[in-house]
């Protein structure tokens, strides 16, 4: 009899954990669903007093073909593209030879250095928008690629989630590459990284998510359409279209949104393992 009392607890507690689960997914995604309801109907039924999920009269090509026309679409989405990979791989350039140091090199000071990244945590990037735009400023590259891109070449959660990670490596590993002759910056490109590959694809989408989906930083640097991010050109899109027309803008954002979305799905097993193997210890 207590075995089952204990059976139907653990049972009653499962339903309501994934009932739990089930609602908050429901939360999430529910603005994802109506965006691409949206983006699929007529002007007369968006603002219809009934909602309903699939539209009656199917809109979607005349919606999706205005969003690429009326605005530089496909000009938004490759400068996406642009910035997001320069910064990636300046990203890496850096965490990566940071975090070795921090995590396999002995040397006087490294504990209070590695302090001073966690400290960079907690900054916010509004914090140094002021004295950063009046160096670009300065040097002339407001308006350019490399406004957007060099204030994001160094990641602090880079240099930690990396840092993590060669930590699980074991030191004879890297002891038997120096025995081969390597040299400490071979040992982080030949040895290190390939080894770190699920940490590194993990770092890789999350900077994509943040880095695509940046606005506050471009809004104040970027005054040409044609510089713009993603984020940026939805809301040049949405004054060209006065706010009115909400078929073609839900039909930009759902464009702008789907390279993060395919991003997530070809990556996803290599981002859970890179996430967990940088929790072992």
Not at 172 to 178: E, G, K, P, S
């Amino acid at each position: 009899m207590r075995t089952r009392s204990i059976a139907a607890t653990g049972l009653g507690f499962q339903l309501f954990r994934h009932a739990v689960l089930g609602l908050g997914a429901f939360l999430m995604l529910a603005p994802f669903v109506i965006m691409i309801s949206v983006s699929l109907k007529p002007s007369g039924e968006i603002f219809a007093p009934e909602f309903t999920l699939l539209p009656k009269q199917w809109h979607a090509w005349q919606n999706y073909a205005d969003a690429f026309t009326k605005q530089p679409l496909a000009r938004y989405i490759l400068n996406g593209f642009i910035v997001t990979g320069s910064i990636f791989a300046c990203q890496l350039l850096t965490a990566l030879p940071c975090a070795y140091a921090l995590a396999k090199l002995r040397w006087r000071g490294r504990e209070t250095m590695f302090m001073l990244v966690l400290l960079g945590l907690l900054i916010p990037p509004q914090v140094t928008a002021i004295p950063l735009y009046i160096l670009l400023w300065q040097v002339g590259l407001l308006n350019t690629y490399a406004a957007i891109i060099l204030p994001s070449t160094i990641s602090v959660f880079g240099i930690f989630l990396m840092r993590q990670f060669f930590l699980t490596v074991p030191d004879d590993l890297i002891n038997a590459a120096r025995l081969d002759g390597l040299g400490e910056f071979a040992i982080v490109w030949r040895i290190m990284m390939p080894t770190a590959m699920p940490a590194v694809i993990a770092f890789g989408v999350l900077s994509l998510v943040w880095n695509w989906n940046e606005f506050f930083w471009p809004l104040i640097v970027v005054q040409s359409e044609h510089l713009a991010t993603p984020p940026l050109g939805v809301v040049f899109f949405a004054n060209a279209e006065a706010g009115t027309n909400y078929g073609p803008l839900m039909a930009a954002a759902t464009a702008i949104t789907a390279p993060l979305v395919i991003a997530f799905l070809a990556a996803q097993r290599w981002f859970i393992d890179g996430v967990t193997m940088t929790a072992v210890k």
